[in-house]
C-alpha cells in the first residue's frame, strides 16, 4: 500500500476520466491529497468544482488554489512556477503521482515519487475537459449527476396571479423533453401551520426559497438533455415576500435567488382573465405585481438573464417561447 498519493487538475469539469484517477489512486493509497489548480479566468468557480469533488470523492483530502501560470510541459521556467504553487499546498512528502497525460513523469521526477499512468492514451475514458466544455451533450454519461447540474439549461416561467405560467410552463416541459420544476409556495400554502388562511410570516418566504432550491437542484441532475422548466423561483420568492410583508426579502431569500443563474427567464402575459381557484387573492393588484415582475427581470435583480414576456393563447406563448430560447 502507497502511504500518500496525488492526483491533481483542473477538474473543469470533473468528468469520469477524472473520477477514475482518483478512484485507482484511493484504491492503492492509504492516503490521497487532490489539489483543485484554478485558473481565474475559467468559467466554472473554484467552490464549484470543489464541492462536485467532495461530494463524489469524499475520502480524499481536498486543496485548492488559484493558479494562473500558463500551460507549457517544455519550459523549466514554467515548471518552476507551478511547482511552487504545488508544493505549497502539500503537507507531507508524495510517495506517487497519478496522471492520465505524459507531464506526470515530470512531476513525480521533481517531487520525489514514483509515477502512476492510469488509463494512458484515454482508451477507457474517451473524455477531456476541453472536449466536455465544447459539447456537453455529446459527453452527459461522463458526468455525475452533480456536475450535469451545472450544465442544465433552467428555464424560469413566472409571473403576476393568473397569468397562466404553470401552463406554460408545462407545455415547455412537453416540447422540451425535460423535467418539471413545480412552485414550492403553492404546496406550502397548504401545508404551513395554519393552513391557506394563516397569516404570511418570513419564515415561510425562507422556508419556500430554500426548498424551491432543492426541488430544482434535484430535477436539474436527472435532466437527459440539458434542459429544465422551472415554474417560478427564488427571485419570485422575494418578490412574493416583498407583496405579503410589506417589505424586501431577508437576506437569505435573495442569497438564495443568486445562488442559481438560470438560461432564461419567460414572463406570461396579464392580458388574460383572472380565474380563481380558491388560493388566489391579488386580482385587485395583478397588473401592479405584473410590473414588478418586469422591473425585478429587467434591472439588476434579474441579473442580466435573458428574459421575454409572452401573451396570447397557450400556443402562440409557447411558439414564441421556444423561439426566444432558439435564439438564445
Known amino acids: 500500500m502507497i502511504a500518500h498519493g496525488l492526483v491533481l487538475g483542473k477538474f473543469w469539469p470533473l468528468h469520469a476520466g477524472h473520477s477514475h484517477l482518483i478512484e485507482t489512486a484511493l484504491a492503492q493509497c492509504a492516503r490521497v491529497t487532490v489539489q483543485l489548480l484554478v485558473h481565474p479566468d475559467e468559467d466554472v468557480p473554484m467552490e464549484v468544482r470543489a464541492r462536485w469533488i467532495r461530494e463524489i470523492h469524499p475520502a480524499v483530502h481536498l486543496v485548492t488554489a488559484y493558479d494562473d501560470a500558463p500551460v507549457d510541459f517544455d519550459d523549466p521556467a514554467i515548471w518552476d512556477l507551478h511547482m511552487a504553487t504545488i508544493t505549497g499546498l502539500l503537507d507531507a512528502p508524495v510517495d506517487a503521482v497519478f496522471t492520465s497525460d505524459d507531464y506526470g513523469a515530470e512531476l513525480a521526477r521533481r517531487l520525489g515519487a514514483r509515477w502512476i499512468q492510469v488509463d494512458p492514451g484515454r482508451r477507457d475514458n474517451a473524455v477531456s475537459g476541453t472536449a466536455v466544455r465544447a459539447n456537453p451533450e455529446a459527453f452527459w454519461s461522463t458526468l455525475h449527476p452533480a456536475v450535469r447540474a451545472w450544465y442544465v439549461r433552467r428555464v424560469v416561467v413566472t409571473g403576476a396571479e393568473s397569468t397562466g405560467s404553470t401552463t406554460l410552463a408545462r407545455a415547455l416541459c412537453a416540447e422540451l423533453a425535460c423535467p418539471y420544476v413545480p412552485e414550492f409556495g403553492r404546496e406550502w400554502t397548504e401545508q404551513r401551520p395554519g393552513g391557506v388562511s394563516a397569516p404570511w410570516a418570513t419564515a415561510d418566504f425562507i422556508e419556500i426559497a430554500a426548498r424551491q432550491n432543492a426541488i430544482e437542484e434535484a430535477a436539474a441532475r436527472a435532466s437527459a438533455n440539458r434542459w429544465l422548466v422551472c415554474d417560478t423561483d427564488a427571485l419570485a420568492t422575494a ?33 388574460i382573465p383572472f380565474e380563481q381557484d380558491g388560493f388566489r387573492d391579488g386580482e385587485h393588484i395583478r397588473h401592479a405585481m405584473q410590473e414588478r415582475f418586469r422591473q425585478a427581470l429587467a434591472g439588476p435583480e434579474g441579473d442580466g438573464v435573458p428574459w421575454i414576456e409572452v401573451r396570447g393563447p397557450v400556443q402562440t406563448r409557447l411558439a414564441t417561447a421556444l423561439d426566444f430560447l432558439r435564439r438564445l
Open 239 to 271: 418578490i412574493w415576500h416583498e407583496r405579503y410583508m410589506g417589505f424586501s426579502a431577508p437576506d437569505v431569500v435573495e442569497e438564495a435567488a443568486r445562488q442559481v443563474r438560470p438560461f432564461a427567464r419567460i414572463l406570461t402575459g396579464d392580458e
